[in-house]
């Protein structure tokens, strides 16, 4: 009988030292390339302090760096260093589909929507629920080297993306509802029985929630409609204000008043456009954000126009423009040198790096923006720590979308239900012998809608173009 392996690539038994190790010249930066990550077609990746983390598109994940706390593996001794990837082999069959890495723990995404969590559980990051309810803990006196275990979601409720800060985790879920543990002035502060406890922030509730970023003692996310909230420490004017020192809510960020929308006071920023519609109202492009990173004490908005919106540290340049002592507390905008258009942002310490819609890879300077990849068709970027940055690159056949090799269920979105109403109406008017169980269907769907908040704001922007005849005015449904 033949040996038998876990793995899906025998290398990942050999010691480093035996594997083949090649160096790319990209420009003038040096790219290293081992074999164990070579055969390997990356999905996601992110990288901190003193690791990083990636998954592959077979849902196995590799950890690299400094094993502090137990943050690449509990198994492994405290502080030891991995210097090329290893297979975390304690997640088992588990698919992986998404990586953050924290300070010193790390979270996981599969591919049915749970997280899994370990390292650190110091201030509660990991979001473990705690089967003995007279537990008491303080942030900062959590365990550590703690095994990874599945996030306490919530009954019902499926995670499609996740966020790290430097001790606390973010979750979004399909319904766009945020939850948080960790850091109480990012989490919230509550008792300590309910140590390290996932919680959704009240004043997000209902929000139309898309996208998010950790950073280190401030978070930000973006709503569907294209605004940025901030909140967590407002060192150096990190959420985009001069005062107060921290914002213990979630606020929207004031946006520079130079939208190229054309319109005028008192509705700046905004733009209206009449279509077979009617008349649709929404943020000008180049204020509507798409994308939001956080790094230490510094910001950095992508709009849909492709420009970025900053503020701020920027003792180091990380906002793009030349290196000051003095912060940017009121943001302003920072374009592509080239005259181009820039897609995502990440953000470490005193650095950031920029995605531009050519797949070229921008990071910042003490001088300005720099390009430090270019003509390689990156698809996705990472940053993190001091200086450090991953990009993945387009496999030779050319592919520009990252593509997993098993499948994963769709995101629940209010945009669907709105579909199904609307097919159920079309269907009402080409056959009327079926207008009965079609307007059950509707009643069904609607009071799924319902049970959702942020799907009906997903409404508020899907509806006008419902624009029905007056022959369902009277429609009755049993």
Same mark, same amino acid.
Request: charge should be negative.
């Given at each position: 009988m033949g040996k038998q392996s876990l793995h899906d690539d025998e290398d990942d038994r050999l010691p480093t030292s035996l594997l083949d190790t090649t160096t790319t010249a990209v420009g003038d930066q040096q $790219? &290293?390339?081992?074999?164990?990550?070579?055969?390997?077609?990356? $999905? #996601?990746?992110?990288?901190?302090?003193?690791?990083?983390?990636?998954?592959?598109?077979? *849902?196995?994940?590799?950890?690299?760096?400094?094993?502090?706390h137990g943050c690449l593996?509990?198994?492994?001794?405290?502080? &030891?260093?991995? %210097?090329?990837?290893?297979?975390?082999? !304690?997640? *088992?069959?588990?698919?992986? @589909?998404?990586? !953050?890495?924290?300070?010193? =723990?790390?979270?996981?995404?599969s591919s049915n929507g749970s997280v899994l969590t370990w390292g650190s559980n110091s201030h509660g990051q990991l979001g473990h629920r705690i089967t003995n309810s007279t537990m008491k803990v303080n942030p900062g006196e959590g365990p550590t080297h703690v095994r990874p275990a599945g996030m306490f979601i919530g009954k019902g409720r499926r995670v499609s993306a996740i966020a790290c800060g430097t001790h606390f985790t973010m979750v979004l879920t399909t319904r766009r509802s945020l939850l948080v543990c960790g850091t109480p002035s990012i989490a919230g502060h509550r008792d300590s029985s309910e140590f390290g406890t996932l919680k959704e922030l009240p004043s997000l509730v209902g929000l139309p929630l898309v996208g998010m970023s950790a950073g280190h003692a401030h978070a930000a996310v973006v709503t569907a409609h294209g605004t940025a909230l901030v909140w967590g420490s407002n060192r150096k004017g990190a959420c985009g204000r001069e005062y107060p020192e921290?914002?213990? $809510?979630?606020?929207?960020?004031?946006?520079?008043?130079?939208?190229?929308?054309?319109?005028?006071?008192?509705?700046?920023?905004?733009e209206f456009r009449k279509d077979s519609d009617?008349?649709?109202?929404?943020? #000008?492009?180049?204020?509507?954000?798409? =994308? @939001?990173?956080?790094?230490?004490? =510094?910001t950095i908005l992508v709009a849909r126009s492709g420009r970025l919106l900053v503020f701020g540290d920027n003792c180091r340049g990380q906002l793009g423009t030349t290196a000051s002592e003095k912060p940017v507390v009121n943001a302003i905008p920072v374009y592509h040198p080239n005259g181009g258009r820039f897609v995502s942002a990440e953000a470490g310490n005193a650095h950031s790096v920029l995605l531009d819609s050519e797949g070229d890879v921008w990071m910042t300077t003490s001088t300005g923006l720099r390009c430090i990849l270019e003509g390689q068709h990156a698809l996705a970027i990472a940053a993190g720590g001091d200086d450090n940055a991953v990009a993945i690159g387009s496999p030779? !056949? *050319? /592919? +520009? +979308?990252? /593509?997993?090799?098993?499948?994963?269920d769709s995101a629940e979105d209010g945009t669907m239900i709105v579909d199904q109403v609307e097919s159920l109406l079309d269907e009402m008017d080409s056959d009327s012998a079926n207008k009965v169980e079609?307007? &059950?269907?509707? #009643?069904?769907?609607?009071?799924?809608?319902?049970?959702?908040?942020?799907?009906?704001?997903?409404?508020?922007?899907?509806?006008? !173009?419902? /624009?029905?005849? %007056?022959?369902?005015?009277?429609?009755?449904?049993?």
């Open positions: $790219l &290293q390339v081992t074999s164990r990550l070579g055969s390997k077609a990356i $999905l #996601a990746v992110s990288t901190g302090q003193h690791h990083a983390a990636c998954a592959t598109s077979q *849902g196995t994940v590799y950890v690299v760096g400094t094993n502090l593996d509990p198994d492994l001794p405290e502080e &030891q260093v991995c %210097s090329r990837p290893v297979l975390l082999e !304690s997640l *088992g069959q588990i698919r992986v @589909v998404q990586v !953050s890495c924290g300070y010193d =723990h790390t979270a996981a995404l921290e914002l213990a $809510l979630p606020v929207p960020v004031k946006v520079v008043s130079d939208s190229k929308a054309g319109t005028t006071l008192p509705f700046t920023n905004w009617g008349m649709i109202v929404k943020l #000008a492009d180049d204020v509507a954000i798409q =994308h @939001v990173a956080c790094g230490y004490a =510094h030779p !056949s *050319g /592919n +520009t +979308t990252l /593509n997993r090799q098993f499948s994963m079609a307007g &059950q269907d509707i #009643a069904k769907r609607t009071e799924e809608l319902l049970r959702y908040v942020t799907s009906l704001h997903d409404c508020a922007v899907i509806f006008p !173009s419902l /624009n029905r005849s %007056s022959s369902h005015e009277h429609c009755h449904f049993a």
